[in-house]
């Protein structure tokens, strides 16, 4: 996980800081080891008296007029950087000063580009991403969205170069749709001749945001060039082998003593609100007070779809409320949350042996891995869907719950053996028929 947070350099007691009204520079800080370090400039100042010295952030204070300006850009900073980083280290590649400087320089003053050229484009799409609206939701788009298009136009840039020849909206048909999948299969070579090779969802990803930026240029008039549009020139996806965590493993959790680790402590309740109210990350981190109504359901508007979702309180979820007094634990990223609830797991021993099987490179990989490996903020959500379902809800209830729009993804979802569906009809006999009897 990359080690990125955000500075002002600022002289004095914590008491002199809050009282300091002077302006300070906003510095991009990334620690490399003990004694190695590295800072940037945001191109931001902020008073001292209007910094969180804890958060890393501007203080969400009226009198500040850029805050969510600034704490949105350096948001996308974070993000985009941490992505650079971790895809360095995917590529076994150095991450050194040079390349964080050079990579901040062209991502925050990238050089002129003429906008009715392809890459032109692409740079004043990325450009204009914190204002982009969800056209499904009416909404910002996910900093996951952003995060896909940022790469993606990155991995487009580096198809260039791999291909030695500049690439504009005429050259986008399906010869370059299956050279640009082969590209992002097989991997770019680096100088040590190393490649990267992509799964088959992550490749599906790309192309779906290539095919967003070209639909934006073509709405615009800047592209004539319809072939992404041809039925060949399309996504293709595979089912994910995500995993569950049932409620006998979630009650371990529940009942793990982490009295003297406050950081998994809070990790553990969180993941456990997630897997009692089926909520996202980006949904159960916010939860608040204002979120309960009269009849002591959560109500909450999901960020990613912008439905409107009711869930009564489940006991465990009483308990954490009561526990934290109604303000749940402090929101860290979903990165680090990823990171702490494996640690989680394993202290808990949730160790079984599972399979986790992937196209990539173009070829079908199976990988062995002990369960908690597997576990991330997500797996809290589909936990409460496939517990839930096995219990005997039925699936439209759940739905309803989740805010999942059709069965067919529902089901997708869900994480249940031939074996679960078994029970379940037998469960649903024992209830709703009379005993058979042998004649």
């Known amino acids: 996980m990359a080690n990125i947070h955000f500075i002002i350099k600022c002289p004095g007691t914590v008491k002199e800081k809050l009282n300091n009204s002077k302006e300070f520079t906003i510095f991009l800080a990334y620690r490399f080891g003990r004694n190695t370090s590295f800072q940037y400039k945001t191109g931001h100042k902020v008073p001292a008296k209007f910094w969180n010295f804890e958060k890393f952030r501007v203080r969400n204070v009226t009198e500040f007029l ?22 360095l280290k995917i590529s076994n ?50 900093y996951k969205t952003k995060r896909d298009y940022i790469r993606t136009v990155q991995l487009l840039k580096e198809y260039q170069k791999a291909k030695r020849k500049q690439i504009d909206f005429k050259d986008i048909d399906l010869d370059f749709y299956q050279d640009f999948t082969e590209f992002l299969q097989n991997g770019a070579k680096t100088k040590k001749d190393e490649v990267i090779k992509m799964s088959t969802n992550t490749i599906s990803h790309k ?5 967003a930026i070209l639909n934006d240029a073509t709405d615009k008039g800047i592209n004539t060039n319809l072939f992404f549009k041809n039925p060949k020139f399309k996504t293709i996806k595979e089912e994910s082998e995500n995993i569950y965590l ?9 009942k793990h003593d982490f009295s003297d680790n406050d950081r998994l402590d809070k ?10 109210t089926g909520l996202r990350f980006s949904d159960f981190t916010r939860v608040t007070p204002d979120n309960i109504n009269s009849d002591g359901y959560i109500t909450i508007r999901q960020q990613k779809t912008g439905n409107v979702v009711s869930i009564p309180l489940h006991p465990t979820v009483k308990k954490l409320w009561i526990k934290y007094s109604g303000k749940l634990p402090r929101t860290i990223s979903n990165q680090k949350f990823n990171d702490y609830i494996k640690e989680v797991c394993e202290d808990c021993e949730i160790n079984e042996p599972c399979h986790k099987g992937m196209t990539k ?28 379902l096995k219990s005997g809800y039925s699936a439209l209830g759940v739905m309803k ?27 649903h006999w024992k209830q709703n028929t009379n005993v058979l009897k042998v004649v």
């Open 66 to 87: 850029d805050k969510d300006k600034i704490n949105n850009h350096l948001n996308e900073l974070q993000t985009v950087t941490e992505s650079f980083i971790t895809d």
């Open 361 to 388: 490179g173009g070829q079908y990989i199976s990988t062995k891995f002990e369960k908690w490996q597997l576990v991330s903020s997500h797996t809290a959500r589909r936990s409460f869907a496939t517990n839930l």
């Open 207 to 211: 192309i779906q945001s290539l095919k």
């Open 246 to 254: 049932t409620e006998k493993e979630l009650n371990i959790l529940e």
């Open 401 to 427: 719950i989740t805010g999942h729009k059709t069965e067919q993804a529902f089901m997708k979802y869900i994480k249940l053996e031939s074996e679960d569906y078994a029970k379940m009809l037998d469960m």
């Open 93 to 142: 590649k150095e991450v050194t000063p040079a390349e964080l400087k050079n990579f901040l320089n062209n991502h925050l003053h990238p050089r002129p580009t003429n906008e009715n050229t392809f890459f032109g484009h692409c740079q004043k799409f990325v450009d204009n991403i914190d204002s982009r609206i969800n056209e499904k939701t009416g909404q910002l788009i996910s």
């Open 267 to 276: 990790v553990r309740d969180l993941f456990l609100f997630g897997a009692w």
